[in-house]
């Protein structure tokens, strides 16, 4: 029994090696009228500040003869490249798709999406899916956690952004910020350090019509060798 289970065992793995995640179909409504795009089976792993190339397949129906225009898109911090944007039927339906991850993209699985639009018929998209690791080498840094910040409608608060000491590293690092709709998030400087007296003051303005309620701003940090986890704060918006 032993031996049988481990055939079959055997059988699955080459199985799943074997396959690709494909598209929903595209095109015609008809299997022969129709066509996919395949990817890999698998989560393509890359590392922070690496690239790697991705090979993709537009698979046709034995009646589809149209022309299919490709596009990729991807997440903060990470950049795509086709090798080809157009695949007309005398073409080969291997395609390239190259992604460069950034130094400081987020670590953990992200979603590429690659999107098939035909001459005629439907589009259709295949989901990659990639999932960045933190370099070796990557220094580890935090911002300063932020207690919640009541601010009324209409008003505007200013409050510091810090990180979490790191005398080691001594370069800036980049902000970005990203609000909800109704409340605006303005840095006034664009970088912070590491350092106990290094702050960035960030501008905080809730509309007049701004939902009452919690809401959530969010931080980044971009810096050359470094993963930099966001920092995310509440904003408490009450009547005036």
């Known amino acids: 029994m032993t031996k049988v289970n481990t055939l079959i065992c055997m059988f699955a793995a080459l199985a799943l090696a074997g396959c690709t995640s494909q598209s929903r179909p595209g095109g015609g409504p008809q299997k022969s009228t129709a066509f996919t795009i395949d990817g890999p089976a698998t989560t393509?792993?890359?590392?922070?500040?690496?690239?790697?190339t991705v090979s993709l397949k537009i698979n046709r129906g034995s009646d589809f003869k149209e022309a299919v225009q490709l596009k990729a898109d991807a997440p903060k911090g990470i950049e795509v490249v086709l090798s080809d944007s157009a695949v007309k039927p005398s073409d080969?339906?291997?395609v390239n798709l190259k992604v460069a991850v950034g130094a400081s993209a987020e670590p953990g699985e992200h979603i590429i999406q690659v999107t098939g639009t035909p001459d005629k018929g439907t589009a259709t998209t295949l989901d990659l899916k990639v999932r960045v690791t933190e370099r070796a080498d990557a220094t580890k840094l935090e911002f300063k956690k932020h207690d919640t910040v009541t601010i009324k409608q209409g008003e505007t608060k200013?409050?510091?952004?810090?990180?979490?000491p790191e005398p080691k590293y001594t370069m800036p690092i980049k902000l970005q910020t990203d609000a909800p709709k109704g409340v605006r998030a303005e840095l006034q400087s664009d970088s912070v350090k590491a350092t106990n007296d290094s702050s960035a003051d960030l501008r905080i303005t809730a509309d007049k019509d701004a939902s009452i309620g919690e809401h959530t701003i969010r931080v980044t940090g971009t810096g050359d060798a470094a993963s930099i986890k966001p920092l995310e704060f509440k904003v408490k918006v009450v009547i005036p």
């Open 44 to 52: 393509t792993s890359i590392k922070q500040g690496e690239a790697k």
């Open 92 to 94: 080969k339906n291997d």
């Open 158 to 164: 200013t409050v510091k952004i810090m990180m979490d």
